[in-house]
């Protein structure tokens, strides 16, 4: 069995720039490009931002097909998207969390979650609460090896 870490962190709710995507949970790269090229079609590509995705569905209960899931990105200023169609403003829940540091390729994270749900979170004493789980992906899978990439695997507990 792997060791892993799990730290407890109140998070200040937050609002995302996010694309819709319904179908397999590894496929949201491709939601997470559409909303790329959104941005940088409005100059709006910056350092700053941080890449979210939002997890509404148990993949173990929910068909593959009709996973809902959404790319976001949290931007340093609000940004106006009414009326777009296709970017609309998701909010984040603020409040407690149970934050899991994944370290490799995205394809290893089922693993992780299995873990988080299936050992950490039934041993500890905390429930999960009622919202989508999200994940931050904390540097480039274009300019880092998947061996290295990191992700915060972000599970909101009561």
């Known amino acids: 069995m792997t060791m892993r870490d799990v730290v ?22 491709k939601a997470f490009d559409t909303l790329m090229g959104w941005l940088a079609s409005r100059g709006l ?10 997890y509404y569905d148990d993949p173990t209960a929910v068909a593959e097909g009709e996973l809902r899931s959404k790319a976001g990105v949290w931007l340093p200023r609000a940004v106006d998207v009414s009326g777009d169609g296709l970017v609309s403003l998701t ?3 603020g409040g407690r969390y ?20 299936g050992e950490w979170l039934v041993n500890s004493e905390h429930e999960a609460a009622d919202a989508p789980v999200f994940e931050e992906y904390l540097n480039n899978p274009k300019e880092t090896a998947p061996a290295n990439l990191l992700t915060d695997i972000c599970l909101p507990v009561v």
């Open 91 to 93: 909010s984040i829940a």
């Open 45 to 54: 590509l910056s350092n700053e931002m941080r890449m979210i995705g939002i």
């Open 8 to 29: 407890i962190r109140d998070i200040e709710g937050f609002d995302v720039l996010s694309v819709d995507h319904v179908g397999p949970y590894m496929q949201i790269g």
């Open 98 to 117: 149970a934050v899991l540091r994944h370290k490799g390729p995205y394809a290893d994270m089922a693993s992780a979650y299995q873990w988080l749900y």
